[in-house]
């Protein structure tokens, strides 16, 4: 990863954060993009390397305009951009008879349109390029659904088909576009999940724990590493086995 040019949205937090620090540890160049910034680098990490190699963008990513501003700024200040993960989500979890239309219309806004608007800011720089790394992080919800989380289900399933349409868009242009998709991982959005929910997932979830963040960070820097470059259009589940 040295050197490499690398986007990760809501990379401050959570998941992505985990993502944004394994990439900078490996020698990439991080931007991480979120709405809320820490109030310096020492806040977000200790670690020299970490401190060195990212810098963090604010920018909310269901909006284009904002987006393609901080995009085309990182690659006007770079030259390139290597890899973009798409990590930034969010729930509003109600049953459908409760779910009210902005619930619905932000979920989709930021975890659906969110990932197609970094997308469509960053492919014709990558196309440019003739080499791309895209990582979406999804959810094993998207393939299996879940009652109480119809908006979530519903852009996370969207992101499948959008992975595989660019994904043979723009293969001819040494850009692969692969999906991530989580089980339950431990992070500030399951802590939300009620007692009920949390047994639920541990009950069925057959390696009988959580994930931790570096687990799913693990497997995007696989997607964005060499060993990867023959895998497109593709979803892998990192549940602990509780899709299958
Ligand atoms: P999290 O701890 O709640 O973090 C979400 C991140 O997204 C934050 O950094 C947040 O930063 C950012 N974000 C939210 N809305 C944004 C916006 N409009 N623009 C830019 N950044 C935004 O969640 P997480 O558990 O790490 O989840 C990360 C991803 O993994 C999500 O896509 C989620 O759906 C997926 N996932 C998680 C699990 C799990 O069990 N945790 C399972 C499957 C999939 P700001 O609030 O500062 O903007």
């Given at each position: 990863m040295k050197d490499k040019i690398v986007i990760v949205t809501?990379?401050?937090?959570g998941i992505g954060k985990a993502i944004s620090i394994a990439f900078c540890k490996a020698g990439a160049k991080v931007y991480a993009f979120g709405r809320n910034l820490p109030n310096s680098k020492t806040d977000f990490s200790n670690d020299e390397t970490v401190i060195n190699n990212i810098e963090f963008v604010k920018v909310d990513v269901s909006n284009l305009e904002f987006v393609s501003d901080a995009i085309s700024q990182i690659a006007k200040k770079e030259?390139?951009?290597d890899i973009l993960i798409n990590n930034a989500g969010i729930t509003k979890d109600n049953l459908i008879i409760r779910m009210s239309e902005s619930d619905w219309d932000d979920v989709i806004d930021i975890n659906l349109k969110g990932t197609f608007n970094c997308i469509k800011a960053t492919s014709r720089i990558m196309m440019g390029q003739r080499y791309g790394r895209i990582i979406n992080i999804g959810s094993i919800v998207g393939t299996i659904g879940n009652a109480g989380q119809t908006n979530y289900a519903a852009a996370k399933a969207g992101m499948i088909g959008l992975t595989k349409s660019i994904a043979k868009e723009l293969a001819s242009r040494n850009i692969t576009v692969n999906l991530i998709a989580p089980g339950y991982v431990d992070t500030d959005m399951t802590n939300k999940l009620s007692d009920e929910q949390k047994e639920f997932f541990m009950n069925n979830i057959p390696l009988k724990r959580v994930a931790n963040a570096d687990e799913i960070a693990d497997v995007v820097l696989f997607f964005a590493s060499d060993s990867a470059k023959?895998?497109?259009?593709q979803v892998l589940h990192v549940d602990g086995g509780l899709a299958m």
């Open positions: 809501g990379g401050i937090r030259s390139r951009i023959y895998i497109t259009g």
